[in-house]
C-alpha cells in the first residue's frame, strides 16, 4: 500500500474525523454529544473549537436569538420572500436572503467590534480621537448605533447589555466591552443633542468582543442567527401562496427619469 497522502492532505481538519460506522466532531464522538449539547454550545464548539458554557454560552445563545428577525422590510427577509413566490425550494429561498447580508445589511456587528477594540486599545480617554480617526477612514456612520426604525431604544439592547452585567458580575466575561459601548452610546448623545441608542448590531458586538470573537465572526454569526428568519419567512410565504410577487403591489409604479 503506498504511503502517499497527498489526496487525503488536500483537504485537512481539525473539524471532524469519520470513518463507517464512527463521527468525531473536533475530538469528540458525535452519539456523545447528541442530547449533552445545546446548539448554540454546538455552533461554538464547531467553529471555534472549544467548549462554552455556564453564563458565557448563555450570552452566546441570547446573541442569537436576538438577531434572528426584523421583518419583511429587512433586505434579507424580503429577497427570501420573494424567491419564494417565484417557486424555487426553501434552501434556494434562503441563499438568496443570506447571500443579501454585506457590508450595509449585516456587516455592522464585525465592524462594531473592530471599533471597540480600536477604542479599548487606545483607552476610553481617547474615545473622541478614536471616533474621529474611525470616521475619517470609514465615513460618518458609527456602527451599532442608531436606528431608523427604533426610537429612542432598540428593545433587544438594554435586555442584551444587562446579560453581559450579569456575567461580568460573576467574572465570566470582563464586563470592558459593554462600558465602551454604553460610552459611545452616552458620546454620541451629546454630540448630537439627542439619543443615539445602541442597536442589535452594537449590543451582540459588545457580546462576541465579550467573548472574545475575531470580528469576521460576528458577521459570520450574525447570518447565521438571521437564517432562523430568512427560513421562517420563506416557510410562511410558501405557506401563504402567491407567485412572483415583487418588492411593492402591481398598483404601484415606479419612477422614470430618463429621457
Same mark, same amino acid.
Do not use: Y
Given at each position: 500500500m503506498s504511503d502517499n497522502t497527498d489526496v487525503a492532505d488536500w483537504w485537512r481538519t481539525s473539524i471532524i474525523d469519520m470513518e463507517p460506522g464512527r463521527i468525531a466532531l473536533r475530538g469528540h464522538p458525535v452519539?456523545?454529544?447528541?442530547?449533552?449539547?445545546?446548539?448554540?454550545? &454546538?455552533?461554538?464548539? &464547531?467553529?471555534?473549537?472549544?467548549?462554552?458554557s455556564g453564563q458565557r454560552a448563555r450570552l452566546f445563545e441570547a446573541a442569537l436569538v436576538a438577531a434572528v428577525d426584523h421583518g419583511p422590510q429587512a433586505p434579507?427577509?424580503?429577497?427570501?420572500?420573494?424567491?419564494?413566490?417565484?417557486?424555487?425550494?426553501?434552501?434556494?429561498? &434562503?441563499?438568496?436572503?443570506?447571500n443579501m447580508l454585506g457590508d450595509v445589511h449585516g456587516g455592522a456587528g464585525e465592524q462594531a467590534v473592530d471599533l471597540f477594540r480600536a477604542i479599548e486599545a487606545a483607552g476610553l480617554e481617547e474615545l473622541k480621537a478614536t471616533l474621529d480617526r474611525w470616521r475619517t477612514q470609514n465615513g460618518r456612520?458609527?456602527?451599532?448605533?442608531?436606528?431608523?426604525?427604533?426610537?429612542?431604544?432598540?428593545?433587544?439592547?438594554?435586555?442584551?447589555?444587562?446579560?453581559?452585567?450579569?456575567?461580568?458580575?460573576?467574572?465570566?466575561?470582563?464586563?470592558?466591552?459593554?462600558?465602551?459601548?454604553?460610552?459611545?452610546?452616552?458620546?454620541?448623545?451629546?454630540?448630537?443633542?439627542?439619543?443615539?441608542? &445602541?442597536?442589535?448590531?452594537?449590543?451582540t458586538a459588545v457580546i462576541y468582543a465579550e467573548l472574545g470573537c475575531p470580528a469576521p465572526l460576528a458577521r459570520g454569526f450574525f447570518g447565521l442567527s438571521r437564517s432562523v428568519g430568512i427560513l421562517a419567512h420563506a416557510w410562511e410565504q410558501r405557506e401563504q401562496g402567491g407567485r412572483n410577487k415583487g418588492p411593492t403591489p402591481p398598483q404601484y409604479r415606479w419612477t422614470f427619469d430618463g429621457a
Open positions: 452519539e456523545d454529544l447528541i442530547g449533552n449539547r445545546g446548539f448554540a454550545q &454546538m455552533i461554538w464548539l &464547531m467553529v471555534t473549537g472549544k467548549e462554552i434579507s427577509i424580503a429577497a427570501a420572500r420573494m424567491a419564494t413566490t417565484c417557486g424555487i425550494g426553501l434552501q434556494s429561498a &434562503m441563499a438568496t436572503g443570506l456612520f458609527i456602527p451599532g448605533f442608531g436606528h431608523r426604525f427604533h426610537k429612542p431604544v432598540d428593545p433587544r439592547a438594554p435586555r442584551l447589555l444587562g446579560l453581559v452585567d450579569e456575567a461580568a458580575a460573576s467574572g465570566e466575561v470582563i464586563g470592558s466591552f459593554a462600558k465602551i459601548g454604553r460610552a459611545i452610546e452616552a458620546h454620541l448623545a451629546d454630540e448630537r443633542g439627542k439619543p443615539v441608542p &445602541m442597536n442589535i448590531d452594537g449590543a
